[in-house]
């Protein structure tokens, strides 16, 4: 009994030893600079993402999928079994059904990332491909983008439209859509669908106002956009340009009106004569002109979701403002429309994290119950706690029916990106998942790279989304 008493403790010696030495699901495995263990707990194995990060993702390897890629531990001993994980087929057109997305008739999780600038910095293909591989690790199925950058002057980033005076050009060439080509392909090869966003309320990449100051004069007012005729047909130009190039691109899932579109922009007054129902019947009439000509993809307004609720003292619970001219609930309705919109940032609210996000959550639900039209928390951020606070968000989307939501933003590398605050908003405080690119290390003092708790709590977010909505993905 004595050598079989030993035995037994040598045994739990080494199980605890083992055990101790186990990386949880998610969590990291390999990479340069890396000390740790690179053993993965149960049902998961370490996966090669880039020379500077592996992560134990579920799943075996097996011989029909395993590589043998070297990942190198900071003691240059250990390698990285990796193995090629299945990307989802990009084929067929996303569809509404009642409050849910379907494809081919089965469930569709809307879950992911934006990455704005990915089609506007002209990077080469393996890069974005590397943006996109980050984004997919997390189980996410869209990413929204910007399909558009109005320029008088061109500066070398890719940009879709050129003014020569009052006389619009839209770029087709390698650094205009023939780059966006590149984009679309690169989130296909990633099993990821785009969220295409065809102007910005904001002065970023020009949008609406570049519009009236060129057509209409300097300074004129930026609610112009949503009534000039002149303005309305020069935009609808510019989308029938870009829509039509993708008819029958499986790879957009959805094109959205504009980024937030306001009363009230960056750079230019109101006319004072901007209401709810400019907004709306602008929405409305856009809305059908891409259906007229695209009867594939879905159609969105791109709003933040501003509630009409007058007696509200609450800022975006005001949305006949003269600020904002937002009716979330009565946009819904319209016949055009696919599916709503809202942003959540409390920070630039002036409002506590919570009980005000989950409450701003379940409100929109709410909304969505009532049209029987999905609806899409399609950007949020916080810059304190983020984990405690994005998990009780997480848990209201998912116990709400909420679509599903993106989560602002994949940052980048070194390169320095116009920071824009206004009073509503404070756009350099967002972070995501960071990726590594070609020239150097994404953002490290606004992103979170893979492997961070964010990181993993998006993971596990996007798996019980999926699991909520039975999506086979």
């Known amino acids: 009994m004595g050598q079989l008493s030993n035995l037994l403790v040598l045994i739990s010696i080494a199980l605890t030893a083992s055990a101790q030495t186990t990386v949880p699901v998610y969590g990291q495995c390999g990479g340069e600079d890396y000390s740790g263990p690179t053993t993965c707990a149960a049902g998961s194995i370490c996966v090669f993402e880039n020379d500077f990060y592996s992560q134990c993702i579920p799943g075996t390897s097996s011989s029909s999928s395993a590589s043998s890629t070297s990942a190198s531990s900071s003691t240059g001993t250990s390698t990285t079994s990796t193995i090629s994980t299945p ?53 996410a199925s869209v990413v929204r983008t910007w399909g558009f950058n109005e320029v008088t002057t061109p500066d070398g980033v890719a940009y879709y439209q050129s003014w020569s005076g009052s006389t619009p050009t839209v770029n087709l060439g390698t650094n205009g859509l023939e780059n966006f080509d590149n984009v ?4 296909k090869a990633n099993g990821l669908r785009l969220i295409v966003t065809l102007t910005n309320n904001w002065s970023d990449y020009g949008g609406m106002d570049v519009y009236v ?14 009534t000039n005729a002149t303005v309305i047909a020069a935009y609808k130009n510019y989308v029938k340009t870009f829509v039509t190039r993708y008819l029958n691109e499986p790879g957009i899932l959805a094109w959205e009106l504009a980024n937030e579109p306001r009363c009230l922009g960056s750079t230019s007054a109101s006319s004072g004569t901007c209401t709810i129902a400019t907004i709306s019947t602008w929405a409305e009439e856009m809305s059908a002109f891409i259906k007229s000509i695209d009867s594939n993809h879905l159609v969105a307004i791109g709003d933040e979701g501003f509630i009409n609720d007058p007696g509200n003292p ?24 696919d599916f709503g919109t809202f942003h959540l940032y409390p920070d630039s609210w002036g409002e506590p994290a919570n009980p005000f996000g989950t409450q701003w959550i379940e409100d929109h639900a709410t909304a969505m119950v009532a049209s029987n039209k999905p609806i899409v928390m399609e950007e949020f951020g916080i810059t304190n706690d983020e984990v405690d606070v994005y998990s009780s968000w997480y848990t209201a989307i998912e116990s709400s029916n909420v679509a599903g939501d993106l989560i602002w933003y994949v940052s980048i590398n070194s390169l320095s990106f116009p920071c824009r605050s206004d009073v509503f908003r404070l756009f350099c405080t967002r972070r995501q998942a960071g990726s590594v690119l070609s020239n150097g290390e994404s953002d490290p003092n606004g992103a979170v790279f893979p492997g961070s708790d964010v990181y993993v709590l998006d993971t596990q977010h996007a798996a019980a989304l999926r699991a909520r909505d039975g999506d086979p993905q």
């Open 87 to 139: 990307t989802p087929s990009v084929t067929g057109f996303v569809k509404t059904s009642g409050i849910h997305f379907t494809l081919n008739s089965e469930p569709f999780t809307v879950v992911g990332a934006n990455a704005y600038w990915v089609g506007l910095m002209a990077y080469g293909v393996a890069d974005m491909n590397t943006a996109f591989h980050d984004i997919a690790a997390t189980g």
């Open 184 to 187: 679309v392909a690169a989130a």
């Open 213 to 226: 100051n060129q057509l209409l004069g300097q300074g004129q007012p930026h609610d112009f956009f949503f």
């Open 314 to 337: 609450i800022f975006v619970y005001q949305g006949s403002s003269p600020s904002l001219g937002i009716d979330f609930a009565a946009n819904l309705n319209i016949s055009t429309l």
